[in-house]
Each structure stands twice: as structure tokens, then as C-alpha cells.
């Protein structure tokens, strides 16, 4: 399950979690109380014995190690080698991230995004991502899941192939923003199948996403099939807790 509004802290997740008997919480970092440097660890831990769940991690969506600004860029890559110590003292073996496009220009006919217009500064900063991302991992067993969004740019797709070169990176299939661009991601990630290892789940109507699984037009037992072939991870990503409980109705019904 992911961080829940409606549940004021971890502890409250995770036993609702428990209640539901799901496998573990994503923490979202876009939070104020899960900032890296306000994580009580050893509570931590204490939490994820105490109802037999464990966690993933959702990366900040603002994280964006290629900024322009070097202060925000250098400050984003600190702080993943930051979530990477979290995470080897939580045992988490996934962190969730979106790839940023960064700003744009609209121009009376297109929208020119400033990373296509200086790609090779681009790549050499998602270079220098990967490489710090590896050397903080180590020989951990963490992964660096990859999101879809919004569909791929070109650049975009340039820097998801130049991570998924380390063994390190990995990537998440979003069902329902894919559902909702059309389905355009979905030749892209299952061209590289073989690095599928997360998924978010969630129903969607047209552009209307992050519904429970149920209310909406996408097929499920579809990419249910591909998870399990695939052995991955999967977070109900609905936002609300009768959405949870609802996808969890609807899945038992697929499996049954």
C-alpha cells in the first residue's frame, strides 16, 4: 500500500497494512514527516517487527538530479545517498523514482523542454546519478525502480536506457498513468522486460487515474499476469483507504 493521507504516521499505516494483510507501506517522501533527516530508524524498524510488514520507498517526484542550478542538483543526489543509508538500515530493497523533464519553453507551436536543447549536459549529470547511486549501493540488494509519468521524450528515454545499464536500476510500470496517455508507455517498458521488477496499480477512467482497481476501463487481471510472471512488487496505489480495501476485494476476486 502507499502513505495514506487519511493515516497521520507510519505506525498507523503499517498496522492498517497488517489489518489487510498486505506485505509492506511505500514511504512517500514528498511528506514532511518522512524527510531522510527527521526518519527515527530505529523506530523504524520497530514499526515494520512489530506488524510483520516491511517497506519500500517513493522517492520525492521533484527529484531531479540534473537541475540547472547546481546547489538543487548537487542537493538532490546528496540526498538519495542519504535514502540509500535509510534504506540499508530498513533493509529496503526498492525505491520508486520519476524521471523530471524539467522546465519548458512554449513557444506558439511546441512546447521546447530545455533538457532536449542541452541533452548532453543532461546525460553527463544522469551519468553522474547512476555512478554515485551504484557506489552508494554497494553490493546492498537495493534497486532503483523507474516510473512512468507522462510517456517518454526522447532525452528521457536516452537517460532511462543509460540507467538500466547498472544492475542497480530497474523499472516500475504505472498502470493507470499508462492507461491514461493512451497507453504509450507500454511498449517501452515491456520492450525491456527483463528489468520489470515494481508496478503501481491503480484503475482509471480516460485521464481520471488512481482509482481502486474496479472503477475503471483498464484490464487487471492483464497486468496482473505480467507482475506475477514477472515476480514483482506491487503497490495499490489508490489514495484513499475504501480504495484499498476495495482493489484488495477486487484482486481476491481476479485470483479466485
Not at 516491511?54 to 538530479?65: A, K, Q, R
Not at 533493509?91 to 512554449?106: C, Q
Not at 496499480?201 to 510472471?229: P, Q, R, S, T
Amino acid at each position: 500500500m502507499p502513505t495514506l493521507i487519511e493515516l497521520s504516521d507510519v505506525e498507523s499505516a503499517a498496522l492498517f497494512a497488517h489489518t489487510c494483510g498486505l506485505d509492506f507501506v511505500e514511504l512517500n517522501m514528498n511528506l514532511p514527516y518522512l524527510q531522510v533527516d527527521t526518519w527515527n530508524i530505529a523506530e523504524l524498524q520497530k514499526i515494520s517487527r512489530k506488524y510483520g510488514v516491511y517497506y519500500t520507498i517513493h522517492l520525492d517526484e521533484n527529484l531531479d538530479p540534473c537541475d540547472f542550478n547546481p546547489y538543487i542538483g548537487d542537493g538532490y543526489i546528496r540526498t538519495i545517498e542519504d535514502v540509500i543509508r535509510a534504506a540499508k538500515e530498513l533493509d529496503v530493497h526498492i525505491l520508486n523514482m520519476h524521471l523530471s523533464r524539467g522546465v519548458h519553453f512554449t513557444l506558439p507551436d511546441r512546447k521546447v523542454y530545455l533538457y532536449a536543447e542541452h541533452v548532453d549536459r543532461y546525460m553527463k549529470r544522469m551519468r553522474l546519478f547512476k555512478s554515485v547511486c551504484e557506489d552508494a549501493i554497494g553490493s546492498a540488494d537495493i534497486e532503483i525502480c523507474v516510473e512512468n509519468t507522462d510517456g517518454y521524450t526522447p532525452f528521457q528515454l536516452g537517460a532511462l536506457d543509460t540507467l538500466l545499464e547498472s544492475e542497480r536500476f530497474a523499472l516500475t510500470f504505472d498502470i493507470g498513468h499508462n492507461h491514461s496517455i493512451g497507453g504509450g508507455d507500454e511498449a517501452v517498458i515491456l520492450a525491456r522486460n527483463a528489468k520489470l521488477k515494481h508496478f503501481h496499480f491503480h484503475d482509471a477512467v480516460g485521464k481520471k487515474n488512481h482509482l481502486a482497481l474496479g472503477d475503471g476501463e483498464i484490464d487487471i487481471g492483464k497486468y496482473l499476469e505480467i507482475a506475477n510472471g514477472n515476480q514483482a512488487r506491487v503497490v495499490l496505489e489508490t489514495k484513499t483507504v475504501d480504495g484499498i480495501l476495495r482493489s484488495i476485494d477486487c484482486l481476491n476476486a481476479l485470483v479466485d
